[in-house]
Nanobody, 128 residues
Framework: QVQLVESGGGLVQPGGSLRLSCAAS????????IAWFRQAPGKEREGVSC????????YYEDSVKGRFTISRDKAKNTVYLQMNSLKPEDTADYYC?????????????????????WGQGTQVTVSS
């Protein structure tokens, strides 16, 4: 059974850190792009970061550059999003999703329409 399972969300104070995990089961993430998206109440879903699982190329949305780091563990078939210096405006439901690139694919994008399979999401709340 193909699954993407996010975990690691929670309540954190401004300036704090969280690490989100996106664990894939039932298939290998090789040759996929994996992206993290977030959706705050009343707002559209937006791309935060992505990674080419095979090559490791990454992308970050401007508002999270220098604060968030995306990484992957091939042995665990898992992608992580380390979020530091969190701000109240980072509060949202966070989702991971996958896009098939194939063996020749390189790079990644964090556009919602590119991604075909989504996890169930994990909530992140940044508040004092």
């Amino acid at each position: 059974q193909v699954q993407l399972v996010e975990s690691g969300g929670g309540l954190v104070q401004p300036g704090g850190s969280l690490r989100l995990s996106c664990a894939a089961s039932g298939f290998s993430l090789d040759y996929y792009a994996i992206a993290w998206f977030r959706q705050a109440p009343g707002k559209e879903r937006e791309g935060v970061s992505c990674i080419n699982f095979s090559g490791g190329v990454t992308y970050y949305e401007d508002s999270v550059k220098g604060r968030f780091t995306i990484s992957r563990d091939k042995a665990k078939n898992t992608v992580y999003l380390q979020m530091n210096s969190l701000k109240p405006e980072d509060t949202a439901d966070y989702y991971c999703a996958i896009d098939w690139l194939g063996p020749l694919g390189s790079g990644c994008t964090a556009q919602v329409y590119e991604y075909s399979y989504w996890g169930q999401g994990t909530q992140v709340t940044v508040s004092s």
